[in-house]
């Protein structure tokens, strides 16, 4: 037995678990765990856990009159009944659990002859590209929604992301910016303003602001200092104390843009209901107590006075000078720089003329804050 047991110990099973147990100890201790399930095991501290049952979900009736006391009969589970791809109501799936009807749902959406999802999705890509979808309701394609009014482009768009694309967005995305409508410039011309005002034919580019988020890391960009990683926990870019009720106080301008999560980029943001970035909320981030399909389009000057003295802009735009500063260049120099990194391009002859004095007075900052304010830092051409 002696033998045996020595020659047990020895197995490479042995020495394996030994190594998933010093690897386990490093984990960090369980805080909470999330299940689908009937029954799940929840901790409830110092190392106990307690078994939870989850709840079949609530029958519901149709109401005679919409009077909740006067329950008829019972409404299965389902979906658009009018798309014919897949049965409208899903009745084996009503028989079992929440996880039955999750399924049945994701295999109703992800059907290929659900046209509704792939038009769906290709005209909210549109949307992004060009500001405005084929339909100019991306959330409804029903009778009251937006008449498309290239009803035929929809739907070829949306067969070759099904079957050429084989679904990948990355194809979607190369095939519209490539596309000669996409690279139109976003010049008048009299003759078609005069058929089609609103551009619903495409006849130039529509002009495009940058969204919130897109403003935010562009400045990170061109001061340096923007964290490329992906993944990881959101960022909490605001001081937060105690509130009167559940709901903390956060204060947006009290946060140090010098630590390091301060660079990341602004899908990281941790984002509060109904207490906004004054910063995001002048160039129209969206509510996010509120269904947005659609972000708003405002022009104002609370704007330029945002994006001229929020401490967001005040901070990068510093750093934007220490950078030019570092270089070693001359102010001259240092201008001409500062107009490449922020637009892409050499300032004119009358721009030095009036920008090169301002920058030897106030400084390459000061200049700088000018520049991520004008039009053509804000708005793509």
Known sequence: MREVKNRRDCSPFHFLQQAVDVETKKLPAESKVYAVGTNV????????????????????????????????????PGALSVMQHSPGRFVDAGLGGESLRRAALADWIAHRENVLTWRSVVNRVWHYHFGRGICDTPSDFGRMGGVPPHPELLDWLAVWFRDDAG??????????????????????????????????????????????????????????????????????????????????????????????????????????????????????????GLLSPVRGFTASPLQSLVLTNNPFVLHHCKLLEDRMIASGKSVTEQ???????????????SEIEVLLPYAQRHGIAALGRVLVNTNEFLFIP
């Open 41 to 76: 095991s929840i901790p409830t501290g110092n190392g106990a856990r307690q078994q939870a049952s989850v709840a079949n979900p609530k029958p519901v009736h149709l109401l005679h009159r919409g009077e909740i006391g006067k329950p008829e009969q019972l409404v299965p």
């Open 167 to 288: 679904g990948s967005l990355k194809k979607l995305h190369r095939l519209i910016v490539t596309s000669q409508a996409y690279r139109q410039q976003c010049l008048h011309n009299e003759q078609a303003h005069a058929k089609d005002a609103d551009n619903r034919w495409l006849w130039r580019q529509n002009r495009l602001r940058l969204d919130a988020d897109s403003y935010r890391d562009s400045l990170l960009a061109i001061s340096g200092r923007i964290d490329w990683k992906m993944g990881g926990p959101g960022v909490e870019h605001f001081t937060k104390e105690p509130g009167p009720q559940s709901t903390p106080k956060l204060d947006y301008a009290a946060f140090d843009w010098n630590r390091p999560e301060g660079n990341r980029r602004s899908i990281y943001r941790v984002v509060w209901r109904g207490i906004p970035d004054p910063m995001m909320a002048a160039l129209d981030f969206p509510d996010l």
């Open 335 to 349: 201008t001409r720089e500062l107009f490449q990194l922020a637009l892409q391009r050499d300032p004119t002859p």
